[in-house]
């Protein structure tokens, strides 16, 4: 899913602030999906909110997340998923903690280490996630996403560097642009 835009502004919000909650629900069963530019903005929660049973395989590439009083990311049991190369501006919370009873695994690419650790699984480096004017950004870091990445490494979207994400993505996302 490429180049979309969701935009949370309503009137009828879970948080009473005008921002909408459960954005995207990935829950599908073994299913193998690529978010590569899209704009998610005034979205309190859930945007998106990866698991499920039979396992959620993702990758959420130099996606833009804008201006979110709640969180972008909640993932819970059954996902495994690579976050990287995405911009976080004004965004409360960019990921909720993992429960005691988490069971998923993910590869957050946070810092330089965990960018370059990439390269011996994926044949290149990772892209770090910006934080601009956000709330922090969880470490999780295991390979086990990377080698199941590394069976479908052809189908992977290669990142461009995040700063490159907020102006690459609102002159691309949406109808009638390309």
């Given at each position: 899913?490429?180049?979309?835009?969701?935009?949370?502004?309503t009137?009828?919000s879970?948080?009473?602030?005008?921002q909408?909650?459960?954005?995207v629900?990935?829950l599908g069963?073994?299913?193998?999906?690529?978010?590569?530019?899209n704009h998610?903005?005034?979205d309190s929660?859930?945007a998106?909110?990866?698991?499920?049973?039979?396992?959620q395989?993702?990758?959420?590439?130099?996606?833009?997340?804008?201006?979110m009083?709640?969180?972008?990311?909640?993932?819970?049991?059954?996902?495994?998923?690579?976050?990287?190369?995405?911009?976080?501006?004004?965004v409360?919370?960019?990921?909720?903690?993992?429960?005691?009873?988490?069971?998923g695994?993910?590869?957050?690419?946070?810092?330089?280490?965990?960018?370059?650790?990439?390269s011996?699984?994926?044949g290149?480096?990772?892209q770090t996630?910006?934080?601009?004017s956000?709330?922090?950004?969880p470490?999780y870091?295991?390979?086990?996403?990377?080698?199941?990445?590394?069976?479908y490494?052809?189908?992977?979207i290669a990142p461009?560097a995040?700063?490159?994400?907020?102006?690459?993505?609102?002159?691309?996302?949406?109808?009638g642009?390309?």
């Amino acid at each position: 899913m490429s180049n979309c835009i969701f935009d949370g502004t309503t009137s009828w919000s879970a948080s009473c602030n005008n921002q909408h909650y459960w954005t995207v629900l990935l829950l599908g069963s073994d299913d193998k999906i690529t978010f590569a530019y899209n704009h998610f903005y005034h979205d309190s929660g859930r945007a998106p909110k990866i698991g499920g049973a039979g396992g959620q395989h993702v990758q959420f590439v130099n996606n833009y997340f804008n201006t979110m009083g709640g969180h972008a990311f909640d993932i819970s049991t059954g996902a495994n998923a690579l976050i990287e190369g995405n911009y976080f501006n004004a965004v409360t919370t960019p990921m909720t903690s993992a429960s005691s009873s988490y069971s998923g695994t993910l590869y957050t690419v946070g810092t330089s280490a965990a960018a370059s650790a990439c390269s011996s699984y994926l044949g290149r480096s990772c892209q770090t996630n910006t934080l601009a004017s956000s709330g922090s950004w969880p470490s999780y870091t295991s390979t086990t996403v990377l080698s199941w990445m590394k069976t479908y490494v052809n189908y992977l979207i290669a990142p461009m560097a995040a700063g490159s994400v907020p102006s690459y993505v609102t002159a691309h996302a949406g109808p009638g642009k390309s």
